[in-house]
């Protein structure tokens, strides 16, 4: 399995910013897509955004466009999640996931491997 680690979390305030990183390595399945998934407290993991390593190219949710920008470092096979403007609703843990998961529909699988999920607390 992918080993994924995910930078430290932190407390932000409203209408401010803070970046995640995820650096993967030992991808064992051929899918590139490496995604976030914030699970707020008492609800599900829902992904937000996601990245095709391979092309470049990105998918963001309603909710996350305009705000959340992903951003990779091939060199250090990193993906880095860019979120501004949070919001007391953006509270979550923050886990990415890869190896593989389906970019368009932000849709793990069974074998999907996941990173811990650092703590993203907002406060109004």
């Known amino acids: 399995q992918v080993q994924l680690v995910v930078s430290a979390g932190a407390l932000v305030q409203a209408r401010g910013s803070l970046r995640l990183s995820c650096a993967a390595s030992?991808?064992?399945?051929?899918?590139?897509?490496l995604a976030w998934f914030p699970q707020a407290p008492r609800k599900q993991r829902e992904g937000v955004a996601a990245m095709d390593t391979w092309r470049g190219s990105t998918t963001y949710t309603d909710p996350a466009k305009g705000r959340f920008t992903l951003a990779q470092d091939t060199a250090k096979n990193t993906v880095s999640l860019q979120m501004n403007s949070l919001k007391p609703e953006d509270t979550a843990m923050y886990y990415c996931?890869?190896?593989?998961?389906?970019?368009?529909?932000?849709?793990?699988?069974?074998?999907?491997?996941w990173g811990p999920g650092p703590p993203v607390p907002v406060s109004s």
């Open positions: 996931a890869a190896d593989p998961v389906r970019c368009m529909t932000f849709s793990p699988y069974p074998s999907t491997s």
């Open positions: 030992g991808y064992t399945h051929s899918s590139s897509c």
